[in-house]
């Protein structure tokens, strides 16, 4: 099957220009001006709208095991939201129990994989450490296009790292050239405060930002930043939403680290008197790690986005309906964390970004998709319309206006954190993989049909990580002379 896409306007990373967009079956074939239309070729006219390729969400969670319950949306329903967003790849997380096989557990991933409508892939959480878990991380690499590898510095007895385990794990990726992905908390101080904090009674979802203050986080981002730095690999920071832990990231990247971040369209419009709601439960919707912070982080997180110093863009999908938030009812502790927006990110990203002049047309296909692409080493495959990539595309409407709401929603939760926000530009048509998955506001997304992308190591490109000491190469004293031995 051909599709023509004409007359619309192509935005991509780089450049925004006239051009119609050719597709062969799950490819693009061609880009430019007056492209001819194929025999029997279907011919979508794109007078007016922009086309883009298809967003990537670095950062979900579908049908996560998690504080003893199962994230409610699964691979098919996570990626057809997605769809209904403009987004055409989700990288999801494999996140073993401690003490279970890495491979197992990524079987597992795989397995509930199985019936996703579009495409994704796999960062693969290090969540203890022994010998099978670094050749597990080798033959994830090597054998399974695995190239990131996923570190929670919090949830203490659970799937926390400690720094031995961050030491191993970084070292691990040097060798292998695959990527160390960070979630950043100090899970210490995280524990600690969460017992002092109900001691003092407040056991309501208020108690939640309270123990996870922006200098838990601050102190994690840069521990884990400097642990990079003396080991000489890169790290990539998720879900970045304070001023603290930017300010490392800065700093670093100041320094000439290759330090990532990445930061959520939640945290960049939403703060944190979400958890002041009189309602118990809607204020327990937003209860998620990192929490909403104050305004001023906002503000931060947004020149952060603009100044380059955060790079991509993403959701943390991760579902829980409101009978699985009651597990804390008692105790704000227990409510399972997570938040979900995988449908709406790039229509919010759009509405308070490119409409606001914060971000040009390129900057927010950049933050949306081909950031994600390069950072994981799947561009130009996906997060660009060249001839050769994969025909993830999507027909963007800046002037469609959509209210979103539960009610209207298609991720498979009760609740949606932007309630009543008003979002102009939206997909009117996504392309996944050359199959027309959403238009007219309908879902045509099939089960099943979305594919495992491998995501190769890049030894060469990580290894030109700078070093601050890398020119001081060890060298022993001998002690008669004090000159090298
Ligand atoms: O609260 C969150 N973010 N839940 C999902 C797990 C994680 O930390 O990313
Ligand atoms: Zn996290
Ligand atoms: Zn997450």
């Known amino acids: 099957m051909s599709i023509l896409i004409r007359g619309g306007t192509v935005v991509t990373a780089e450049a925004e220009y006239q051009a119609d967009v050719l597709i062969e079956g799950e490819t693009i074939a061609a880009v430019g001006p007056d492209l001819q239309a194929p025999q029997g070729a279907r011919v979508i006219d794109a007078t007016g709208k922009y086309i883009i390729p298809g967003g990537i969400d670095p950062h979900t969670h579908f049908e996560l095991p998690f504080m003893g319950t199962v994230a409610s949306e699964d691979f098919f329903t996570g990626t057809s939201a997605a769809a209904a967003g403009g987004t055409t790849m989700c990288i999801d997380f494999v996140i073993p129990s401690p003490q279970q096989s890495m491979m197992e557990a990524y079987k597992n991933w795989m397995g509930w994989a199985e019936k996703a409508a579009c495409d994704y892939s796999f960062h693969v959480a290090v969540t203890w450490?022994?010998?099978?878990?670094?050749?597990?991380?080798?033959?994830?690499?090597?054998?399974h296009g695995v190239n990131s590898f996923k570190h929670f510095m919090a949830y203490k007895n659970a799937i926390m790292c400690d720094d031995e385990t961050l030491v191993n794990s970084f070292k691990t990726a040097k060798e292998l050239g695959a990527l160390c992905t960070i979630h950043a908390e100090n899970g210490e101080l995280v524990h600690v405060l969460q017992q002092e904090i109900f001691d003092k009674g407040i056991t309501g979802p208020e108690g939640h930002p309270l123990s996870r203050p922006p200098e838990v986080e601050g102190e994690a981002a840069n521990r884990a930043i400097r642990i990079a730095e003396v080991l000489g690999v890169p790290v990539y920071l998720v879900h970045t939403s304070c001023i603290d832990a930017l300010e490392s990231v800065t700093r670093a990247r100041l320094e000439g680290?290759?330090?990532?971040?990445?930061?959520l369209a939640q945290h960049l419009v939403i703060d944190d008197s979400v958890y002041r709601n009189t309602d118990w439960d809607t204020a327990a919707h937003y209860v998620m790690s990192p929490p909403f912070r104050a305004k001023e982080h906002q503000a931060a997180l947004w020149k952060g986005l603009q100044a380059g110093m955060i790079q991509t863009t993403a959701t943390d999908h991760c579902c829980f309906c409101s009978p699985q938030k009651q597990a804390g009812k008692d105790d704000f502790r227990k409510i399972p964390n997570g938040t979900a927006g995988v449908e709406d990110r790039l229509a919010v990203l759009w509405h308070h970004g490119v409409r606001t002049g914060k971000l040009t047309p390129s900057e927010f296909v950049a933050a949306t998709s081909s950031n994600a692409a390069k950072i994981f080493n799947i561009f130009p495959k996906k997060g660009a319309l060249m001839a050769g990539s994969d025909a993830?595309?999507?027909?963007?409407?800046?002037?469609?206006?959509?209210?979103?709401?539960?009610?209207?929603?298609?991720?498979?939760?009760?609740?949606?954190?932007?309630?009543?926000m008003e979002v102009t530009g939206n997909p009117a048509i996504t392309i996944s993989r050359g199959l027309v998955v959403w238009e007219n506001d309908t879902l045509k997304t099939v089960r099943g049909r979305g594919q495992y992308v491998d995501r190769p190591c890049n030894a060469e490109f990580w290894s030109s990580q700078r070093k601050r000491n890398e020119a001081a190469e060890p060298t022993k004293v001998d002690r008669s002379s004090g000159e090298p031995a």
């Open 129 to 143: 450490w022994d010998d099978s878990v670094k050749q597990d991380m080798h033959t994830l690499a090597t054998e």
């Open 257 to 263: 680290q290759r330090v990532y971040a990445e930061v």
């Open 392 to 420: 993830d595309v999507v027909v963007w409407d800046p002037n469609k206006t959509r209210t979103i709401s539960v009610d209207t929603h298609h991720q498979n939760i009760d609740f949606n954190i932007y309630e009543g």
